[in-house]
């Protein structure tokens, strides 16, 4: 023991305590770890392997015992169009998400949304613009008014020609528009 410690540079106490831990059955191994790589379980968290192996499984339960062991290229599953759109649709159901269907399905993911492409489920329709026309203001300027509320603690301060800013509660009013005026003025 002592000459192993020495070999692979464990100190005295380190190798003792060891010991006393495995005696004491307080060392727990994992076997697992010692296994060669090709003896341990195949453990995957792609969508891709699960989406596979899942598809494997259907193909090898649902298979008749008469049918010759696939290559690996043949038991690639095909799509008709209204297949494909069926399971798109079910994307857009409230509550539903993309996950969920390609578990279903036995899919990947980007298979899902190259076909929400494909059927233009993934375009968002356009903005509409509108034009305005302002009437009564001053050319180029436009008041839009309480689009954002004060934040804790803070009130809202009118200054002379219309516009909002928020000043710390309690403030005097004609204290913060001299402020503001100031503040322009120096710019």
């Not at 279903?104 to 929400?116: D, E, K, N, Q, T």
Request: neutral net charge.
């Amino acid at each position: 023991m002592q000459a192993y410690a020495r070999a692979h540079g464990i100190s005295q106490h380190s190798r003792r305590r060891w010991r006393d831990l495995i005696d004491a059955n307080e060392v727990e191994i994992d076997w697992r770890t010692h296994l060669h790589p090709s003896a341990r379980p195949l453990i995957s968290t792609s969508a891709s392997s699960a989406a596979k192996e899942s598809v494997a499984e259907t193909r090898l339960t649902d298979a008749p015992t008469g049918d010759p062991p696939s290559d690996g290229f043949a038991n690639r599953r095909r799509f008709s169009d209204e297949e494909k759109l069926e399971i798109v649709r079910e994307c857009e159901h409230p509550g539903a998400t993309a996950a969920e269907v390609c578990r279903r399905h036995g899919i990947v993911s980007s298979m899902l949304f190259r076909w929400r492409v494909q059927f233009g489920f993934g375009k968002r329709a356009r903005a509409k613009l509108v034009a305005v026309q302002v009437t009564g203001a001053h050319p180029g300027t436009l008041v839009l008014n309480d689009l954002l509320q004060p934040p804790d603690g803070m009130t809202v301060v009118q200054l002379d020609d219309g516009r909002l800013v928020f000043a710390p509660m309690g403030s005097d009013p004609d204290a913060v528009r001299r402020h503001v005026n100031e503040q322009e003025i120096a710019r």
